[in-house]
């Protein structure tokens, strides 16, 4: 079951330039999409949100942008620094009509920002 | 800056022992959340926690896993017989459900190993 697909599981980029990371889902009742970063031995941190009803939100060097009818959706970090490099998880939620919206995630991307 | 914390960090059990993992979420928030992540796999939906009752449940979320908000601070997993195959990173989550969004923080994560 893989409602969330980050195809790349790895992306290797130069300080300064910019990162792209990639996120297709396939559940059209999603309505709400995440993006995480997640160092070695740490739980996952939230970085930015986008809800369906928006394209593109952005957020100092990091902005995603929402394509609903592909079902995609992108995450830039502009420009990349070497602490940058971790794994970018991207997760997704519906509202399913309770009170929790529970987290699907992708496998992840490791990004890594070469100095 | 609040924030998620977990105890223990790294827990070590005899299969068929119970464990109990335990979580502290950010103090105003009134959703939480339990995820793991089997070493090499994404991260996967739990359970999800309410007004003191479960509000959903995973399939991996059976009859030997049990949660429970003992007071006004504290949320723990409880697994009653463990085996090999929960050997995994648990991740306890919050969030208050602003706006009909749900953003959920993330704690650090408890490293379970079953032997």
């Known amino acids: 079951d893989q409602q969330v697909k980050q195809n790349s599981p790895s992306l290797s980029v130069q300080e300064g330039r910019i990162s792209i990371l990639n996120c297709d889902y396939t559940?059209?009742?999603?309505?709400?999409f995440l993006w995480y970063k997640k160092y070695p031995a740490e739980g996952p941190t939230f970085l930015i949100s986008?809800?369906?009803?928006?394209d593109k939100n952005e957020d100092g060097r990091f902005t995603v942008f929402l394509n609903k009818s592909a079902k995609h959706l992108s995450l830039h970090i502009v420009p990349s620094q070497p602490g940058d490099s971790a794994v970018y998880f991207c997760?997704?939620?519906?509202?399913?009509?309770?009170?929790?919206?529970?987290?699907?995630f992708g496998k992840g991307t490791l990004l890594t920002v070469n100095p | 800056e609040p924030e998620v914390t977990q105890t223990p960090s790294h827990q070590v059990t005899q299969m068929g022992q119970e464990v109990i993992l335990r979580c502290v979420p950010i103090?105003?928030?009134?959703?939480f959340y339990w995820y793991r992540q089997i070493l090499g796999q994404k991260v996967e939906f739990l359970v999800s926690?309410?007004?003191?009752?479960?509000?959903?449940k995973s399939e991996i979320f059976d009859d030997q896993f049990s949660v429970e908000r003992p007071d006004g601070s504290n949320f723990t997993l409880k697994i009653r017989s463990t085996k090999l195959e929960d050997s995994a990173m648990y991740f306890c989550?919050?969030?208050?459900?602003?706006?009909?969004?749900?953003?959920?923080?993330f704690g650090p994560g408890t490293r379970l190993t079953v032997l």
């Open positions: 989550a919050s969030s208050d459900l602003g706006q009909g969004t749900d953003t959920q923080y």
């Open positions: 559940n059209s009742m999603f309505d709400y």
């Open positions: 986008i809800s369906s009803i928006k």
């Open positions: 997760a997704a939620s519906q509202n399913s009509g309770g009170s929790n919206y529970k987290l699907t």
């Open positions: 103090s105003n928030h009134l959703y």
């Open positions: 926690f309410y007004n003191n009752e479960i509000s959903e």
